[in-house]
């Protein structure tokens, strides 16, 4: 099965820096669209940055300018480097997939992460 794992979650201080990363591993053929979304407690999940196979990205308006989405395609992975972080980005991080899977009569499946934590705090 397709199974996401995120990394590099952790607590860091106002006009910190962190990179979080999530690796897609399992019978993949193609892997489309990447996301990172974010919940904060009490409130909806949120995007906050996609980026699409060929490249295009957009970004939610709080942290454009400060964060930056990329992938590694030969990897299966996908990045998003935290700069300038502020309080209100606390939340826990999700990464998602749209993948092309052959077990499942080669249709696109949304995957999800199990969420890493980020915590901006001085």
């Known amino acids: 099965q397709v199974q996401l794992v995120e990394s590099g979650g952790g607590l860091v201080q106002p006009g910190g820096s962190l990179r979080l990363s999530c690796a897609a591993s399992?019978?993949?053929?193609?892997?489309?669209?990447m996301g990172w979304y974010r919940q904060a407690p009490g409130k909806q999940r949120e995007l906050v940055a996609k980026i699409t196979s060929g490249g295009s990205t957009n970004y939610a308006d709080s942290v454009k300018g400060r964060f930056t989405i990329s992938r590694d395609n030969a990897k299966k992975t996908v990045f998003l480097q935290m700069n300038s972080l502020k309080p209100e980005d606390t939340a826990v991080y999700y990464c998602?997939?749209?993948?092309?899977?052959?077990?499942?009569?080669?249709?696109?499946?949304?995957?999800w992460g199990q969420g890493t934590q980020v915590t901006v705090s001085s």
């Open positions: 998602n997939i749209g993948a092309i899977v052959p077990d499942k009569a080669w249709s696109e499946y949304d995957y």
């Open positions: 399992g019978s993949i053929f193609r892997i489309n669209a």
